[in-house]
């Protein structure tokens, strides 16, 4: 199976342990962690582990996390991904780098996202969990047809979970 992902202007690409040093400086500003790691800095050994989990995965199951660039310039836009919330199945997430925010890029990734977990690998649902105070990413949730289904606590306050079945 092709794991990369293409949109309308989007092409999304599996991480490689290449990737390591863009998705260290990507994942490491202040804006883009606020929300997607609770406002904690990974370290290099966190990211080497989050780029070998998805090389596994990818492997395994079709899933992981991939690098998003625009078709036109290939600068990063921003990742997205799939990993496991819980025990309760694969949630889609995903960052942008603050040039990037307001242009419907977080909406089109996600949605390519979600799109191949529900169709190409089969899978029943996927879930997304979202910060109270991020109403950004409630919207996108919301733009890609995924319902509530119960709030938990959260680091940073409530959180919302959200799920997309077939």
Known sequence: MDHVLTTERLILRPVTVHDH?????HWTGADVRRFLFDGAVLSPAEITGAIENSVRD???????????RGK???????????????QLGLEVFYSLEPGAWGKGYATEAAGAVVEH???P???PEVLAEVDEGNA??????E????????VVPGLLGPMTRYRRTR
């Not at 040093?21 to 400086?25: D, F, G, I, K």
């Not at 036109?72 to 819980?86: I, K, M, S, T, W």
């Open 72 to 86: 036109e310039a290939a600068d990063l836009v921003g990742a997205a991904g799939l990993r496991p919330l819980e």
């Open 121 to 123: 690998l089969g899978l």
């Open 143 to 150: 733009r890609l047809g995924m319902a509530p289904f119960a």
């Open 21 to 25: 040093a863009e998705l260290m400086a």
């Open 136 to 141: 950004a990413s409630v919207a996108v949730v």
């Open 117 to 119: 977990a529900l169709g």
């Open 58 to 68: 990818f492997a395994a199951g079709g899933y992981g996390l991939w690098l998003i």
